[in-house]
């Protein structure tokens, strides 16, 4: 007896699993809520990508800038939006608090608080990291600064970014904070420029288990370009920029430089009060080109030029030549006194030899120093930032320390 054929109908009818049964596709529609995440999301993409907030520059970057503005001004959708914000562009945002009783009330779906959980909440597992501590001071301490007030620091970075564009500044690595971290400086942080307006800084003994050890420790008010600013320590800043940031150099011009006080920008009403210039002799003579690093540094209330024309001339400039390395114009200080704590601060490095002209003459210069140029730098950025009373210069390194 043959084969019974089977037909469609059995093979559709034989189906013990189900697995022929067709389900009908419903589409999901997604809650506002969502759709609201779903475009702040765009908005970090973005950044993530550009290390950078969008601006005008085209259509598409201008919607994102003007949704950006729409969320920072909604407070309700910022609450919404604050545990996605890995950029920290909506500052800081009152979240509404719960008690304990509140947390513990509410639907433990995974068991996180079953006692005998292996992952049990009030298992005590670890004390959080330094680093890891230092994150959370630099969030959550970021608040948000009023549209009218922020114009001020706006223009600082619109034309700090000018400068970096045209080569003015440097970005560079950021190695160590007591040296690279001033006030009135600019810096990066995961893309964003900040700039350390001021800090009520102290010394501190910090046993360290090696030993105790002298360092700067204090709050800071810093300020960020997305329109926030925070008051976090003033290492946990440090070490912030040290993991995921750079340092951005002073503007400088090889010919003439200006260093201005309040994070180098003048206005109309500041008084230039003089020059503050470094050079280097053109002398032949064998006991000066022998030695390296040697500057004089100088005190001008006029033009530098005019100062050293007849420099072949004067004792005070070894009677030679010289050559201008840096000048620097003063604003409000008084220049003089400038002078007088860069001669005091490398007061052991002075230049100690005595030279004979040719007419026989004794000289014993003075305002000569054997520096490298980038200390001189940095000793008057730690001047003009009024840090230099916790520093001191060391003749053998060759570099600037702490004060012990």
């Not at 809650?31 to 601006?55: A, G, M």
């Not at 009330?105 to 004390?127: Q, R, S, V």
């Not at 608040?143 to 700090?160: A, R, S, T």
Request: charge should be negative; proline fraction near 2%; glycine fraction near 4%.
């Amino acid at each position: 007896m043959g084969k019974k054929k089977l037909t469609i109908e059995d093979i559709f009818d034989d189906d013990d699993f189900g697995l022929l049964d067709a389900k009908v596709k419903t589409s999901t529609v997604k809650t506002d809520e969502e759709r609201l995440i779903d475009s702040f999301e765009e908005i970090n993409v973005f950044i993530d990508k550009n290390e950078r907030e969008p601006n005008k520059s085209s259509m598409s970057e201008y919607g994102l800038l003007a949704k950006l503005k729409n969320f920072r001004e909604n407070e309700e959708q910022k609450k919404v939006l604050k545990p996605f914000d890995r950029h920290n562009l909506l500052g800081y945002v009152e979240m509404e608090k719960q008690s304990i009783d509140d947390i513990l009330n509410e639907d433990d779906e995974l068991g996180l608080l079953d006692a005998d959980n292996d992952l049990a909440i009030f298992k005590f597992k670890h004390t959080p990291r330094p680093e890891d501590r230092a994150d959370a001071d630099f969030v959550a301490q970021r608040k948000p600064i009023k549209e009218k007030d922020f114009e001020k620091y706006e223009k600082m970075f619109l034309k700090v970014h000018k400068e970096i564009k045209e080569g003015k500044r440097k970005i560079k690595p950021f190695t160590n904070i007591e040296k690279n971290l001033h006030v009135g400086d600019f810096y990066l942080m995961n893309g964003i420029m900040l700039y350390l307006e001021s800090a009520n800084l102290k010394k501190d003994e910090v046993d360290l288990g090696s030993g105790n050890r002298v360092r700067l420790e204090g709050r800071t008010r810093t300020v960020f370009e997305n329109g926030t600013y925070s008051n976090m320590l003033y290492r946990s800043l440090g070490k912030q920029i040290q993991k995921d940031g750079k340092l951005i150099t002073n503007t400088y011009d090889k010919i003439e430089q200006d260093l201005f006080v309040n994070s180098g920008l003048v206005k109309e009403e500041d008084v230039q009060s003089g020059w503050i210039y470094v050079l280097k002799t053109k002398s032949t003579e064998k006991e000066l080109t022998e030695i390296k690093d040697l500057y004089k540094i100088g005190f001008a209330s006029g033009s530098v030029d005019d100062r050293i024309k007849n420099a072949k001339n004067e004792a005070t400039y070894l009677f030679a030549d010289v050559k201008k390395i840096a000048t620097y114009k003063v604003y409000n200080r008084n220049a003089d006194k400038l002078e007088i704590l860069l001669h005091r601060f490398f007061a052991n490095a002075c230049l100690d030899i005595d030279l004979f002209n040719e007419k026989g003459q004794r000289l014993n210069p003075r305002e000569w120093f054997v520096v490298p140029f980038e200390v001189i730098e940095e000793t008057i950025q730690l001047i003009l930032n009024e840090n230099i009373v916790h520093y001191e210069y060391d003749t053998e390194a060759q570099r600037i320390k702490l004060k012990e």
